[in-house]
């Protein structure tokens, strides 16, 4: 399964999804020095779109015998990610002053590059054995005339 770079790949992008269930968002501080930490699952949006995009992850981990379709999971996960990280850079630009945010709302940008890191090498690999069959077959109609 972890033959090829791709699903390497794939694997560091859903687990970096994963660990935003367990990071905080943001922290409020209070008047009094008091800490208030927001956590990603604490709104329910966030929540579903954590869902969603792990499980867009996992099933682009596990199609990893058929390369188109890897490649195509990969590319809706990392357009999914990418809608992600604007309505986090959105929420970021609205507190601003309000919050402080920890670095985690980074990790949508980071995972959709590895996607698109991933579905890229996908396709060329599969674009490079279909031109090797594709030589092969024109070669055995060569020696057969």
């Known amino acids: 399964m972890w033959q090829r770079i791709q699903t390497l790949y794939i694997g560091i992008a859903t687990a970096l999804t994963a660990a935003m269930f367990f990071c905080r968002m943001a922290t409020i501080i209070g008047p009094e020095g008091n800490d208030i930490d927001i956590r990603y699952y604490e709104k329910l949006p966030y929540l579903m779109m954590l869902i969603m995009l792990l499980t867009a992850g ?18 809706l996960t990392a357009l999914m990610l990418i809608g992600f990280q604007i309505w986090l850079g959105i929420d970021f630009i609205r507190y601003h002053n309000d919050m402080v945010f920890s670095i985690t709302l980074l990790f949508p940008i980071v995972s959709a590059i590895l996607n698109a890191i991933a579905a890229r090498g996908n396709l060329v690999d599969e674009m490079t054995l279909q031109a090797v069959k594709s030589a092969k077959k024109a070669r ?3 020696f057969i005339r």
């Not at 996992?58 to 590319?75: E, H, N, P």
């Open 140 to 142: 055995k109609k060569k």
């Open 58 to 75: 996992i099933c682009a981990v596990f199609t990893y015998k058929s390369r188109l379709l890897q490649a195509r999971v990969c590319i």
